[in-house]
Structures are given as C-alpha cells and as structure tokens.
C-alpha cells in the first residue's frame, strides 16, 4: 500500500523510539507526556536492542509509519565505548534527518551526567517530557518555540538562560 501524502492527512504522528539498553524507560515517558497535550495526532512507538538501532527504527517510523516527527531516546553507558556509539549513534540520527526532511529530536542521556542513580532516573524522566513537548510544538505550535528563541532553554537540568545581561553591561562598560 502506498503511503499517505503528510499534508493530506488530517492527523498528525508522532514517532517514539527507545532502547532496552536504558536504565529507564524513557519511551513511556514520552507517550505519558504526549497523552497530557491536545492535538489530533497518534502515537507510534518502537523499541530497539541499544542506542546504535535508533537510526534505522527513526527513518522507519518516518518512511513506513508515516510519522510527522520522531523522538529518539537514547541511554548512554558510563564507558568510553558507549560515549563513541552515542556520538555514532547521533551522526546517523542527522543523517535520518537529512535524507527524510523530518525532525527527529534526539533525547541522549549520559550516565556520566548525574551524580547518583536517583538523579539520572529523574533526569531520564525529565529530559524526555521536555523533548516531547519540544516535538508537540514543532507540530501545533511552533510560534512557542519561536517567542523561546535566544531564552538558553535546556532540556533536564536547569536552562543556561540568555546572555542579554552580559551584553548589556558590556554596553555599559564601552560609554
């Protein structure tokens, strides 16, 4: 069956891929957060074996699934190896994005990124809600996303916030 022009269906999908490998279950993250958005869009989710599969699970979400967008949500191990397969991982992921002119928002966590394993659960969970939002409003609202540009948002730990202040004091400092 030939697959369904994107601009003549009236909803929208949302793809959702995920590992075992994680340490917690990011994917379902994800749908919980979509489920809480309004929208006419559906779902799809996937799960691979480990970080390295998430590439080819995104583009078939995209080619065969029709999804509008995709969230990949990676777990990164606290190894070297695991580090140079996330940035493999990664590479293949704009790759995806290139060959398909689909956004696919990557969602890696880093072992190495927390300082117990309380903290890394919660920053899983809250590092994959925000990227589901981020999705959402890539599809119904990207006016969101414009009104946050140069804002230094950052998904998980604390935003970094803008630099305007910086700049404006260096004004200051020229007069």
Known sequence: ???RSRSARPRRRIGVADTTFARWDMGRAVVDELASRTGDFDVVRVTVPGIKDLPVACKRLIEEKDCDIVVACGYVGGAAIDRECANVADHAIQRVQLMTNVHVLGVFVYE???KDARELAWLCDRRAREHAVNAWR???KPEELAAMAG???R???ADAGPIEATLRER???RK
Do not use: C, H, I, N
């Open 112 to 114: 190495t990124e927390a």
């Open 155 to 157: 998904q998980g730990f």
């Open 1 to 3: 069956m030939p697959s």
């Open 151 to 153: 804002t230094g948002k």
């Open 138 to 140: 890539l599809l119904f």
């Open 171 to 173: 004004r200051v400092r």
